[in-house]
């Protein structure tokens, strides 16, 4: 049976874990959607940042939160180190998928739409990013449900969260305490798996 | 300026709605327009026919502002495209293409009426002349209206992509092969619809085409384009007479 302790403990680190990962997907989205678009206007621009984005996805995680530690500002012990490695892991899905989803709009629309005399702002708000809403969403999704896996491994340079069990139950060979970070972080995936996918329904425009 | 002042049937102080003065295009080293001068008198449609690559759609194009000539100009009522305010320019100007690009996310109704709603036309006034241009399409507003794109056959997304560029009363239209993907039989059928709208609206159009049958229905004057040159400038009956071997190699698929 588990402890009563244990369980007040669970609630508080899964409450962490949450808002660990809310925060860093906020960022992550509210830099990489404007930064997807801004690559969509400018095709010169691709080839580096969708390169710093992948380089960033291929360092394994551990040793990306072990760099950041020496590193003023951005760096250190803490919750800013962790969040700041979260959102550079969850850029690339949600750069990638904008500039798919938008570069992806049927050419003949497009151009019907700036025949038509839309300005640029328009043809993003009302053609471009509602045709392209599902392929964002979905590498938001995607991001999402990967950043939730990889916040365990903040609680490696105190970061809190789940992983602050995974990491005790390995010290101490204590598989309950590595189940209690798991599975809490397994149904945070799988509930925001599904939430995403009601809202992708939900609001399908085609 | 080999066609300089060519047009036909020109009146002595008509302004031309549309005029092509030593118009070139090259991009990327390769020359798709060469010296192009031309004229349209209001009211009158111009076919500019050719094979494909011979430059037609290019200078299509050039009329809304979606290519801007390498040398010479494009005038518009006078005005060339470069000094025109390009936003208003275009929602003067209406354009059907052969893809349609109905925008598959607005229902019929928030397709054609798209442009005068950019125009800041009360909703009041919009829905009343959707439903007008519905009509004179031959779509049933009642049935079309809410509907979305996905659900219409090819003719009628056509019918609707017509409707679309005469909602906010262009002073040019603009066709680039607008029934090229339809079948034989409604295909015609929307050519009648076009004369019959040209003849009742009077607006100025330039239609393009690689159809010599379409070309010869619709025009009041075609232009043969070859590789990016201006062959021939002449009423339908006079083409038919027509001797140069781009002007016969088409005649002969009559």
């Not at chain 1, 990962?21 to 940042?49: D, F, K, Q, Y």
Request: aromatic content about 8%; glycine content about 10%; proline content about 5%.
């Amino acid at each position: 049976m588990i402890p009563p302790y244990l369980w007040q403990e669970i609630a508080q680190l899964t409450g962490e874990h949450f808002v660990l990962v809310l925060v860093s997907m906020a960022i992550a989205a509210g830099a990489g959607l404007p930064l997807g678009i801004l690559l969509t206007r400018r095709a010169s621009l691709r080839t580096p940042l969708l390169g710093f984005a992948n380089v960033m996805q291929t360092i394994p995680s551990l040793a990306l939160f072990g760099f950041l530690i020496p590193i003023p500002f951005i760096g250190g012990i803490g919750k800013r180190t962790a969040i700041f490695a979260l959102v550079l892991y969850a850029l690339l899905p949600i750069l990638r998928n904008t500039l798919a989803g938008i570069l992806g709009v049927d050419r003949a629309v497009r151009e019907s739409a700036i025949a038509m005399g839309m300005t640029g702002r328009q043809l993003l708000w009302e053609v471009e990013l509602p045709l392209a809403a599902p392929t964002i969403l979905a590498g938001i999704r995607i991001a999402t449900v990967t950043t939730i896996g990889t916040a365990t491994i903040a609680a490696a340079i105190g970061g809190g969260g789940l992983g602050v069990f995974i990491f005790r139950g390995i010290a101490s060979v204590d598989s309950t305490q590595i189940l209690a970070g798991a599975i809490p972080a397994a149904l945070l995936a799988l509930l925001s798996d599904g939430g995403f996918s009601w809202i992708e329904r939900r609001f399908s425009v085609v | 300026m080999a066609f300089r002042g060519k047009s036909l049937d020109r009146g002595l102080n008509a302004q031309p709605a549309l005029e092509f003065r030593g118009v070139s295009y090259r991009i990327n080293g390769s020359i798709i327009l060469e010296n192009l001068s031309f004229c349209i008198d209001p009211g009158r449609t111009l076919v500019l026919l050719g094979r494909s690559g011979s430059g037609k759609t290019t200078a299509l194009k050039m009329v809304n502002g979606l290519l801007f000539p390498s040398s010479g100009q494009v005038l518009v009522e006078s005005r060339a495209t470069s000094d025109w305010d390009l936003i208003q320019l275009r929602r003067s100007i209406g354009y059907v293409i052969q893809e349609v690009g109905l925008f598959p996310h607005f229902t019929i109704g928030e397709n054609v009426g798209l442009v005068p709603r950019l125009n800041g036309w009360t909703p009041h006034r919009i829905t009343a002349r959707v439903a007008e241009l519905l009509h004179q399409v031959g779509l049933d507003p009642v049935r079309f209206l809410n509907r979305y794109p996905r659900e219409l056959s090819g003719g009628q997304r056509q019918r609707v992509g017509v409707a679309r560029a005469l909602a906010a009363e262009p002073k040019l239209l603009l066709f680039d092969e607008p029934f090229g993907a339809l079948d034989p039989v409604t295909r015609v059928e929307l050519q009648d619809q076009f004369l019959e709208l040209r003849d009742r609206l009077q607006i100025t159009s330039i239609f393009v085409t690689h159809d010599v049958r379409e070309a010869l229905r619709l025009c009041s004057e075609i232009a043969l384009l070859h590789r990016g040159k201006l062959e021939i400038l002449a009423k339908p009956a006079d083409f038919m007479d027509c001797q140069g071997p781009e002007a016969r190699a088409f005649l002969s698929t009559l």
